[in-house]
């Protein structure tokens, strides 16, 4: 797939602005993951854990197709975890699961090395 990528005319422009945008998404992301685990209010927490999410769907939704494969499947299980946790039992306890702030973390710290690598 990699190779087929780097057949289409522009696609360079539009990783770059994909690693370009990547830097603002992640920050927000971390934000938000960090504004969820000091919240003190299920509304604070699932407001937050759903900024994150959504911030995290348009990562998924784009990610693999622009060559960003692994990128892209972490994106898909921090949503998913947190897509799962808002609708069950506990997304009515005013506390933030650290199995979902761990997985944001190596989310963040993998945004990191890409933006890194593409700098």
């Known amino acids: 797939m ?15 602005r994909f690693v370009d945008m990547l830097a603002e998404r992640q920050t ?12 003190t209010t299920v509304e604070e927490i699932k407001g937050n854990l759903a900024s994150a ?12 197709s622009l060559g960003f494969e ?3 499947r972490m994106a898909r299980n921090c949503e998913t975890q947190i897509v ?5 039992p506990s997304a009515n306890r005013a506390e933030c699961p650290i199995e979902i702030i761990s997985e944001l973390d190596g989310f963040v710290a993998q945004c990191r090395q890409e933006i890194d690598a593409h700098a």
């Open 2 to 16: 990699t190779k087929m990528l780097a057949e289409l005319p522009g696609i360079e422009r539009i990783r770059k």
């Open 28 to 39: 927000q992301i971390a934000s938000h993951g960090l504004a969820a685990w000091d919240a």
């Open 53 to 64: 999410q959504a911030i995290l769907h348009q990562i998924a939704g784009s990610a693999g």
């Open 70 to 72: 692994e990128l892209g």
């Open 84 to 88: 799962e946790h808002l609708a069950g």
